[in-house]
């Protein structure tokens, strides 16, 4: 087992369109809020003195970031996402830097989804079917769909797809599959 010294992190900033940067050795602060409910993982990344490059670079809008911490030659990845919003204080002497970012932000503020739903479908299947809209997030494992009676009845969603996935589980609310603003 490695000696746990040295800590260290790296974050990598990769504006559309432009080119990566890794910043490394400034001070920095983070938090990262990770949920099993149907939103973005978030995380708050405060840099201490950054430079006018480094300011340039998170600018734009979705810039995705990837935050790799840890122990000098043990870096693991903690969290990969897209900026929402960025905001400059000065505290003192220090200009600091803080980052507001989500997991998949980009789909899930503009993903849509547009379909008639027939009743022969089922459940899991129209969950996929929306979850494809998520361009940019890696769709994980189903699990606690139901397996007896999965038929939903026929309907139609056209919005937005964070809605869609919102609201198509309340189609089952008869079979027990959603409690609490959760599927379960």
């Given amino acids: 087992m490695a000696r746990q010294y040295k ?3 790296e974050l ?3 504006p559309p369109g432009g080119e990566a940067r890794i910043i490394r050795g400034l001070r920095v ?4 809020t990770k949920s ?3 939103f973005p993982n978030l995380a708050r990344i405060t840099l201490y003195n950054p430079n006018q490059d480094t300011l340039s670079a998170l600018e734009e809008k979705y810039t995705r ?3 790799n911490a840890g122990y000098e030659g043990d870096l693991r990845l903690l969290f990969k996402g897209d900026v929402r919003n960025v905001f400059q204080t000065k505290t003192g002497r220090d200009r600091l830097l803080t980052i507001y970012s989500g997991d998949g932000e980009k789909s899930w503020q503009n993903a849509t989804f547009n379909k008639t739903l027939s009743e022969s ?3 899991s299947s129209a969950i996929q079917e929306v979850l494809k809209t998520f361009s940019d ?3 994980g494992t189903l699990q606690g769909l139901p397996q ?3 038929k939903m009845r026929g309907q139609v969603l056209s919005g937005s797809s964070k809605i869609s996935w919102i609201t198509l589980p309340k189609s089952m609310v008869s079979v027990g599959a959603y409690r609490t603003g959760r599927l379960l």
């Fill in 7 to 9: 800590r260290v992190y």
């Fill in 12 to 14: 990598t900033v990769i």
């Fill in 29 to 32: 602060n983070f938090e990262i």
């Fill in 36 to 38: 099993i409910l149907s």
């Fill in 65 to 67: 970031i990837v935050l």
């Fill in 121 to 123: 479908l089922s459940f």
């Fill in 137 to 139: 997030v890696n769709i």
């Fill in 148 to 150: 007896v009676a999965d």
